[in-house]
């Protein structure tokens, strides 16, 4: 799947499934609250907390999931598309950090 054709039937989903989107601000507090659980996880599994029962059935890339959804939701609603933005900030990056972080001795 594509990123074009993920925003495609995340659309469709929407309009057939889920009535109509969300106003960009309730997305954007879903989407901070979805990075939110992601964060959650990783603190718990791969961080120095404790893991608690409860979250050690929880699926990491489902919650990834739940985040690319809405962001994939604002993308839509904002006339963004990601495909063409990751691109162009790929380029961005590479242009920037050609050489910083070969000479990161932090790195090495």
Same mark, same amino acid.
């Given at each position: ?5 993920? /925003? /495609? ?26 990075? &939110? ?9 791969? &961080? ?12 990491? &890339? ?25 691109? /162009? ?20």
């Amino acid at each position: 799947m594509t990123i074009s054709n993920a /925003q /495609q039937q995340v659309d469709e989903w929407i309009k057939t499934i889920g009535v109509r989107y969300f106003s960009e601000l309730t997305n954007m507090a879903m989407l901070t609250e979805e990075v &939110g659980e992601v964060a959650r996880i990783i603190a718990r599994r791969y &961080g120095e907390q404790s893991e608690k029962e409860s979250d050690k059935n929880k699926d990491l &890339g489902d919650e990834m999931a739940d985040v690319l959804f809405v962001l994939i939701c604002l993308a839509n609603q904002t006339g963004i598309n990601l495909e063409e933005a990751l691109k /162009q900030n790929l380029l961005k990056k590479t242009e920037r950090d050609a050489d910083r972080h070969k000479n990161n001795p932090k790195l090495a």
